[in-house]
Structures are given as C-alpha cells and as structure tokens.
T-cell receptor, first 112, second 112 residues
Framework: QKEVEQNSGPLSVPEGAIASLNCTYS??????FFWYRQYSGKSPELIMS????GDKEDGRFTAQLNKASQYVSLLIRDSQPSDSATYLC????????????FGAGTRLFVKA | SQTIHQWPATLVQPVGSPLSLECTVE??????LYWYRQAAGRGLQLLFY??????ISSEVPQNLSASRPQDRQFILSSKKLLLSDSGFYLC???????????FGPGTRLTVL
C-alpha cells in the first residue's frame, strides 16, 4: 500500500519567518514529487515539482528531496499572511496502475 | 495554454435526485482525466480516472459513475444521491511521464 504522510498541523509561523512543511512516502519506486497549495474553498494549485535529490528553488519556495530517506519538504522563506493555506504533498509512484498519491495536507497559518 | 472548466460551481440537491457534473479541458489532447472528492477538512479521495475515450477506472465502489464521451470531456454522474455524496468535487487533468496534475475550479455539492 503506497502512502504519503503529512503532519496535519496547523503550523503557525510569524510573518517573515521560514515555514517548513514535511512529507514522507512509503515506496522507494517513486520518481516525481509535487507540492500544491489549496486556499480555503478553492481547488489545489501546483506550486513546485521536484524529480531529483537535492534542493530546487523557485522564488520564496524551496523543495528538498531525499530519496534515501523517503522524505520531501517545502520551505517558504519570508512567509506572508497570504501564504496561509493547506499544502498538499503528492508523489508519483511508477509501479503501474494509478500512480499519483496525495497526502492529506498541512494547514499553515502565517501571523501578521 | 491549457484550461480546465467545471460546472456547475455550486449545487444543492435533494437525497435521491440524479447528478451530472461536467469537466472539459482546453489546449491539450489525450490528457489523463481524474475525478476527486474532498470532504470538509479532509484530503483528496480519487473517484475515477481515465486515460482515453471510453476508458474509465474506478477507485472507490459507490453510487457514482463516470464517462468520457470525448477526448477532453469527463462527466461524473449518479442516479440517486446520498447524503454522504456531499463534498467538493474536483476534476484534474494530467500529462507526461510524471503525470503532473492540474485541477479545475471544483463543484461544491450539498445533498439535503
């Protein structure tokens, strides 16, 4: 059974701080990893994808992947109140059948 | 660029009534298509996915069905709604070897 796990939170950080969101997955046969942001009442939007070990930066967002530890994280620098949302981790497992599994999400609150 | 549409945006239906939700994608061909349901405060539950016209895979046995009559059209249906069918219904399209998924705006369904 493939699983993607996230701490449900809520994670509360002050404005301007770094928010760190974590995700673990159960199966080593995985190639691609995604972070989605979902505002309350809205649909998820893709913010980052990462495919190889290490860091990938896009503006204030940095995704970090460690396949040996089966761990992917998202760092948000200079957090803003507008970053307050639920962040979903998704993992693409290339083992046949339906391949992408979503975590339940971590709620982030950025306090002004 | 690609665009995904869903309608209606909101729907209130009595128990036992039929349901039809529609999703269309523009700007791409032969996408993978998905229906998800998200209950209040919960994660994404995959309902159906399709890799081509007329090809539907069901992930969760229930009173819902899906059809793909055209390449970029995906329909979710029910003959008789249950109270437990209430939720936020999301259509997504995916592409590429990593199945990067993009979500539509969603339909909020309330069954009374």
């Amino acid at each position: 059974q493939k699983e993607v796990e996230q701490n449900s939170g809520p994670l509360s950080v002050p404005e301007g701080a770094i928010a760190s969101l974590n995700c673990t997955y159960s199966d080593r046969v995985s190639q691609s990893f995604f972070w989605y942001r979902q505002y309350s009442g809205k649909s998820p939007e893709l913010i980052m994808s990462i495919y190889s070990n290490g860091d990938k930066e896009d503006g204030r967002f940095t995704a970090q992947l460690n396949k040996a530890s089966q761990y992917v994280s998202l760092l948000i620098r200079d957090s803003q109140p507008s970053d307050s949302a639920t962040y979903l981790c998704a993992v693409f497992f290339d083992t046949g059948g339906f391949k992408t599994i979503f975590g339940a999400g971590t709620r982030l609150f950025v306090k002004a | 660029s690609q665009t995904i549409h869903q309608w209606p945006a909101t729907l209130v239906q009595p128990v036992g009534s039929p349901l039809s939700l529609e999703c269309t994608v523009e700007g791409t061909s032969n996408p993978n298509l998905y229906w998800y349901r998200q209950a209040a405060g919960r994660g994404l539950q995959l309902l159906f996915y399709s890799v081509g016209i007329g090809q539907i895979s069901s992930e969760v046995p229930q009173n819902l069905s899906a059809s793909r009559p055209q390449d970029r059209q995906f329909i979710l249906s029910s003959k008789k709604l249950l109270l437990s069918d209430s939720g936020f219904y999301l259509c997504a399209w995916g592409r590429g070897s990593t199945d990067t998924q993009y979500f539509g705006p969603g339909t909020r369904l309330t069954v009374l």
